[in-house]
């Protein structure tokens, strides 16, 4: 059974830091696409970064530049590092993985539990 395990959210101030981290464990035999989303109350959940198997990533624009996403394949792992964090930034950041199970024929995607990311003074 596939499970995402995030960490790595909390409060901080503007223009502070924090890394999130997107273990995914369970059966796996292959991951293609690791990434963030995050929402907001009352607003849909919007990508905020994605990375492929290889080095290929992409950002929402609201990030480009403060924001980095790495993963380490060996580990089945996704890290998000935000810089230079805004108030705007603070939301519910859900970690994602299409992935491909051993008993399974095509990737699924597959979602964490979320965690908070808070930016107040």
């Known amino acids: 059974q596939v499970q995402l395990v995030e960490s790595g959210g909390g409060l901080v101030q503007p223009g502070g830091s924090l890394r999130l981290s997107c273990a995914a464990s369970?059966?796996?035999?292959?991951?293609?696409?690791m990434g963030w989303y995050r929402q907001v109350p009352g607003k849909e959940r919007e990508l905020v970064a994605g990375?492929?198997?290889?080095?290929?990533?992409n950002y929402a624009d609201s990030v480009k530049g403060r924001f980095t996403i790495s993963r380490d394949n060996a580990k089945n792992t996704v890290y998000l590092e935000m810089n230079s964090l805004k108030p705007e930034d603070t939301a519910v950041y859900y970690c994602?993985?299409?992935?491909?199970?051993?008993?399974?024929?095509?990737?699924?995607?597959?979602w964490g539990q979320g965690t908070q990311v808070t930016v107040s003074s």
């Open positions: 994602y993985a299409e992935i491909l199970v051993y008993s399974g024929g095509y990737y699924s995607v597959y």
């Open positions: 990375i492929r198997s290889g080095t290929s990533t």
């Open positions: 369970g059966g796996i035999r292959s991951i293609n696409v």
